[in-house]
């Protein structure tokens, strides 16, 4: 692939701007000063492409997608410009030249943390592939002021601290003035009849926000095309007028103000948990009306100003429930601004909106309060009422006297406004994660739903960029496979599957097992630098890294290695291959379980670390601030994937996929795409344990089952859950691990006792564990199943899902751009 970029003219421009940016010579500068320098300096090149691709979707007419998402977790952008630009070479040299390295002036740039977990780097995901297959498309978001908080770790507790990601500027961005727009809160709804009788609304007594939008180039890998991550910013719509001397006025001013700062300060640190907070639910409406605003007026400006056609080239896309005001804002936009008729508004809204649910924890549904609703939102409210109403005749007239139907489908019920019923009622296609999450969406969270409408129901299995997560996190490993098959995997992954040819031939495994052994050999020097403990890079490095929730449960892996311990402790001869466990998570800030839950992790790491009396055959380590840049570092360097979810519970993972791709073995249960995984790479190179989707969805309609009986049962179980309240790993504080003790076996509180089936499960998961520490040991066959992992992988790149929406959903255009 051929570069636009041409080095000498590179290395003038980080001159010029390094001089104009900080008043410096080169030789003066420091690394973040440089990486501010390249960054502009890439961006000048990428806006060339910016602007031709934004001239070749005009002129093609062609059909648009908004991806609405309150989270895009984007990672650093500096290194994937650098190789989606194809320019790796001439950056790196011409730093070199300047007396820099590329990988240290990498290393300056702020992770862009504008996301939680799996939702939001779906999306990151998402957004390459769509502009390295040539969509056209936009990522509309929100620009937190503060991202996803940093992690500190204190005395083996977590501590949030802000994320100030905008602290020295972001290069990449541009502030867009010219489509700020207005965004109105509050007041009451006017109704006005024209001279026809017709009814029109309004709103008045309201507050607004000015939303300001700021644009970052989405480049695809080697096409010249780059799409834009539209993200909003909200201020003040004028700043107040102090010779006013109206008390009123002012005080409206003044809070005026208060609303647009507050907004966007923060991006919510919950993942899979709804809170219900106000301010949530102003960052959703003020995100989506910025958002459609300008795609309505967009699409008009192009055709005349008429939008009965408008579905015809645009499509939007609802992120989970977050954005499902889409539906309700769409409505309002096309008939208090537009002047359509109901059945016209609906018409487009409905052939416009598409929706995918990405959980099926019930504690993540988002249900809010009418009065809360109505009183924020009023005009929106009347929409959404008149939806339901609407609806709620339909189901009658599907279901004539079934009274149980509309209690179970309606849109308002209750009190609260349910946002997946709103964003189903109002889309064309409905969507699950994996294969099994759909199937569950249809046989039981959504079953009405599914009867009812099944035509709009699908699956999209997600999927991960392999730009991203092979060609720049793991280098080495990227290098060899375009040496073994060519590049062709960089855009087409399942031309990976070559690499079956090579995966008996003893040489190739060697070189493969001595790559894999050069990237564990970085990671012990990050963990060394981070965490101050020494790893062996020849040890098993068994990872689990992902949000802290209890239905993920680390909990099962952490009882897992304190089991291990007390084996390794009273048969010290055991056959037992040596060890890392590597964990990485952040708590939901106010999840009192799961803090704690990593509290245990640093108390048996601490531990067990210093116990010389086992040989350091098992270390455990906990990496601070697990976030897509280490992420990067640690999916190369892991043997072994923990994918361990209760069975129906986690929707998809792509964490699970990131890992395969990368060489290490899935040691999972039948959850989300593992069943995928293990479909794609056969079960001899797979190792699946625990309860079956099925199982755990039968024990939850009876009750649950009695952990009690296991505790008293097996010695090995009882020892570990003694250790949580004898104070084996919290001497000074023999009580701290009682709550996860009885979250196991007490039905103290309103949960069943081990709701997760932790107990349930463990010791199928141990044998799993034995079965890993066997294959291990046998080099060959172990050579053997990572490189099939990786071979296999081939279906879980993005660009094969994104494909599919297009193909299935949004019915996009290609645009091709030469420059
Ligand atoms: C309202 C609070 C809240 C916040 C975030 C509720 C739900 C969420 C997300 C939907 C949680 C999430 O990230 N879900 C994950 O989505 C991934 C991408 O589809 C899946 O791979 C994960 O299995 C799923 O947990």
Redesign the pocket.
Known sequence: MKTTIDKAELKKQIIYNVKTLYRKTIDEATPQQVFQAVSYALKDDIIDQWIATHKEIERTDAKTLYYLS??FLMGRALGNNILNLCAQDEVKEVLEELGFDLNTIEDQEPDPAL????????AACFLDSLATLGYPAYGCGIRYKYGMFAQKIEDGYQREVPDDWLRDGYPFEIRRAEYACEVKFGGYVTVTKDETGREHFGQAGYQSVRAVPYDLPIVGYGNNVVNTLRIWDAEPINTFNLDSFDKGDYQKAVEQENLAKNIVEVL?P??????GKEL?LKQQYFFISASLQTAVNKYKKAHNGDVTKMYEKVAFQM????PSMAVAELMRILMDEENLTWEAAWEITTKCCAY????I?A????KWPIELFSRLLPRIYGIVEEINRRFVEEIEATYPGNHEKIAKMAIIYDGQVRMAHLAIVGSYSVNG??KL?TEILEKQELKDFYQMMPEKFNNKT?GITQRRFLLHANPLLANWVTDKISDAWITNLPEISKLKLFVDDPKSQQEFMNIKYQNKVRLAKYIKEHNGIDVDPRSIFDVQVK?L?EYKRQLLNILHVMYIYNELKSHPDMEYYPHTFIFGAKAAAGYRRAKLTIKLINSVADVINNDKSINGKIKVVFIENYRVSNAEIIFAAADVSEQI?TAS???????NMKFMLNGAITCGTLD??NVEILEEVGKDNAVIFGMTADEVINYEKNGGYDPMQIFNENQEIRQVLMQLINGFYSPQDPELFRDIYNSLLNTYSSDRADTYFILKDFMSYHEAHMKINELYQDQTRWAHIVMMNTACSGKFTSDRTIQQYVDEIWELDKVTVEL
């Open positions: 309150m989270e996301g939680n977990g799996g939702l939001g780097r779906l919510y919950n993942d899979n948990h709804y809170a949530r992120n989970d429930t977050h995918t649910n990405h959980t924890m504690e993540a549904l988002e994660v994996a999450h997600n949000r929730h979810s519970k986690e929707a998809s993972g792509t964490g989300g795409a």
